[in-house]
Each structure stands twice: as C-alpha cells, then as structure tokens.
C-alpha cells in the first residue's frame, strides 16, 4: 500500500466533505444569505483549486499502483476544471440575473459532481487501502 497515495486521498476525501457539508451549510446556517453568498462565491475558487492541486498528486502518486486508481482520481481531476471554469461562473450569473430556475437547475448538477467526487474519492480509499 502506498501510504502517501492514501493519505492525499484522504485529504481530498475529506476537504471536499467538509467544505461542501460542513462550510457551506453552517455558512447558511448562521450567517445572514447575503454574506453567506458572497462567502461561499469567494471560497469557491480555493476549493477547486484545492481538488484540482491534490487530485493531481493522487494521480501521481498512484502510478505505481493501480491504473485504475490513477483513472479514478483522473476522473476527479478533469471533471473539476468544466465545472470551475464554466458551471460555477454560470451559476453566480444566473443567481445574479435572478434566474431561479436555472440557478436551481445549474446548482444541482454542481451538487451532483461534487457528490460524485466524494464517493470517487472514498471508493479510492478503499482501493488503495486494500492494494
């Protein structure tokens, strides 16, 4: 087992659980909705340039391990980049607009990505821990 595969795993694994469970809910939670939004709005970028920078040293760490590791953490990694560079940018201009539909709709394929990059990443874990 690669323990420095597993550990970057873990930290993707994990960071991405609590921005987008633990930040971004108790953000809403106790801050009033219009600092909540321009919070989160200028989080953001940090958070996928933290999923693009560790992702990517998964990958590299995991070569001498599995190519299906190496695919699955690649998956997380290419994924990222439509989703920061074009998605977020059409949610916070349909939000601005007040285009509520499409926000709801934008948001909920955001949602469903990052979702998707947390299962990845916890199926990594068990894959490299398993290795």
Do not use: C, W
């Not at 323990?3 to 987008?20: D, N, V």
């Not at 001498?64 to 190496?70: A, D, G, K, Y």
């Amino acid at each position: 087992m690669d323990y420095t595969a597993l550990l970057l795993t873990s930290f993707l694994f994990g960071g991405m659980l609590l921005f987008s469970v633990g930040f971004g809910t108790l953000s809403f939670k106790f801050l009033e909705a219009s600092v909540a939004r321009t919070l989160i709005r200028k989080t953001f970028p940090f958070f996928y340039g933290y999923v693009l920078l560790v992702s990517a040293l998964v990958i590299l760490f995991s070569f001498n391990i599995s190519n299906l590791i190496t695919a699955f953490a690649f998956s997380i990694f290419i994924t990222t980049i439509p989703t920061s560079l074009v998605l977020m940018p059409a949610i916070n201009k349909a939000s601005d607009a007040q285009q509520k539909r499409k926000f709801v709709l934008l948001h909920t394929v955001s949602v469903l990505i990052t979702l998707s990059h947390i299962i990845i990443s916890g199926i990594l874990l068990f894959l490299i821990s398993n290795g």
